[in-house]
């Protein structure tokens, strides 16, 4: 009885993940392909490896049970007696040698190609505090800070009678988006003032810790103006939930008038954009 009922048990949370997973859009359980050529290389990477392994599980899975069901004891099969086989011994030690490093080539390829971030037309420091993000546009004297949007803010509070449903994209908003220009290669530097963070942006195609102390650099090329978000990726602390990514991807010449609004709001030197943001930081952890 107890069995039966466990059988039926397990049948129905099989059917129930059977229903979910149909009824789902495939794509959100899979690797975002995003807009930058390095993530479609990851994406196309990972999907050929996926492939790759998901044809060795069929191969050996199912050796492995047309060998139980043929060779079962009720057919009166009896085992062989070979100790063993140097011959099958070398060929299952240089087979998945050879698929390993026709995997691990690729791979290493695109690693490399991460971290090449000579030629880059621009940088961008990113800065991770406990909880919110610090932008600098390096040489072009703009800087600031990016924090979870009022109404996102507002509506995670207990008791503060706002409905999370009735905010836009809740808790995937914030009050200053990062802007940056399509097709231009940028240049990250990502560290952090306090704790490790991490700078998450799935459209991208990557992620890079921000630690204290430390300078984590990558780079980036977008070809399609958009709106993409990300979020801290690296548990940072009470807040770590509600520091998102907001990333504005314009044309250049759109984004020229942007640095141009931003040169006029911040100030024309860096010592006073320096001094603005540290007065941000001090307040924005003031207030927590």
């Known amino acids: 009885m107890r069995i039966t009922t466990a059988n039926g048990l397990i049948g129905s949370m099989a059917l129930a993940l059977f229903s979910t997973t149909a009824s789902a859009d495939l794509g959100l359980i899979n690797m975002t392909r995003g807009v930058t050529e390095s993530s479609r290389q990851i994406y196309d990477l ?10 060795i599980g069929l191969l050996v899975f199912g050796a492995m049970f047309y060998s139980i069901f043929r060779h079962r004891k009720a057919r009166g099969v009896k085992p062989a007696k070979f100790h063993h086989s140097t011959a099958v011994e070398i060929v299952w030690t240089v087979i998945p040698l050879g698929i390993l490093v026709a995997m691990a080539v690729p791979a290493t390829q695109t690693l490399i190609d991460l971290d090449d971030t000579s030629e880059s037309e621009m940088t961008v420091k990113v800065t991770g505090y406990q909880w919110f ?26 008791g503060s009678g706002v409905e999370p449903a009735s905010v836009d994209n809740y808790l995937q908003n914030v009050d200053q988006r990062l802007v940056l220009p399509v097709d231009t290669k940028i240049r990250f530097q990502i560290t952090a003032a306090d704790v490790i963070h991490s700078w998450w942006m799935p459209d991208l195609g990557w992620k890079k810790d921000a630690i204290p102390g430390f300078v984590n650099e990558t780079w980036t090329r977008i070809d399609e103006p958009g709106v993409y978000r990300g979020r801290c990726a690296e548990l940072c602390g009470r807040d770590h939930g509600f520091m998102p990514i907001v990333v504005e991807a314009v044309e250049k010449d ?4 942007w640095l141009a609004e931003q040169r006029g709001e911040t100030g024309a030197t860096a010592d006073a954009a320096e001094t603005n943001e540290d007065e941000q930081v001090g307040d924005a952890l003031a207030s927590r």
């Open 46 to 55: 990972h999907m050929t490896i996926f492939s790759i392994t998901v044809a």
């Open 254 to 257: 759109e984004f020229q008038a």
């Open 133 to 158: 993000w610090g932008y600098e546009y390096m040489d072009e004297d703009v800087q600031f800070l990016s924090r979870l949007d009022v109404d996102s803010d507002r509506a995670r509070r207990l």
